[in-house]
């Protein structure tokens, strides 16, 4: 497998996401990794491939550096690490120019939107995202 290009995903900071200190919450920063990754999957799987599954997040792990604050430009940085059978390892990096706010490492089940079960990326899709060198 060959390493996966970053999917660049733009944030809008809305008046929604900050809190009683002025700046973005915490939680708010899980959403954008979530909108981002799927962001992912819809731009790079063929169209009929990306309505057949559905992705739920199984773990996040995520390093603040530093806060965002309302209309700040802020981009999230998408890697897909590897995919493992039905799971998915994502490297994330939230950053307002050269700034990085947050780092985040997370994995995800794909599951099929039919039956709600796991279901494995097939070798012809996989491709899409690990494009050969």
């Known amino acids: ?3 996966a290009l970053p999917h660049i995903h733009r944030i809008g900071v809305l ?3 900050i809190d009683f200190m002025g ?3 915490n939680a708010r ?3 954008w990794v979530q909108d981002a990754v799927l962001d ?3 731009k790079l799987a063929p169209p009929e ?3 057949k599954y559905l992705w739920v997040a199984l773990k996040h792990e995520i390093t603040y550096r530093k806060p965002a604050f309302l209309n700040d430009d802020v981009i999230a940085s998408v890697v897909l690490e590897k995919v493992h059978g039905a799971r998915s390892f994502y490297d994330t990096v939230i950053k307002r120019g050269e700034e990085v706010l947050a780092e ?3 994995s995800w089940c794909c599951i099929d939107a039919e039956t709600l079960r796991p279901a494995r990326i097939a070798a012809e899709i996989q491709e899409y995202f690990f494009p050969k060198d």
Do not use: E, I, R
């Open 1 to 3: 497998m060959t390493t």
């Open 23 to 25: 700046h973005v919450n």
């Open 29 to 31: 920063y899980l959403n």
């Open 40 to 42: 992912h999957w819809n």
């Open 104 to 106: 985040v490492k997370s």
């Open 15 to 17: 008046p929604a996401d």
């Open 49 to 51: 491939t990306a309505a």
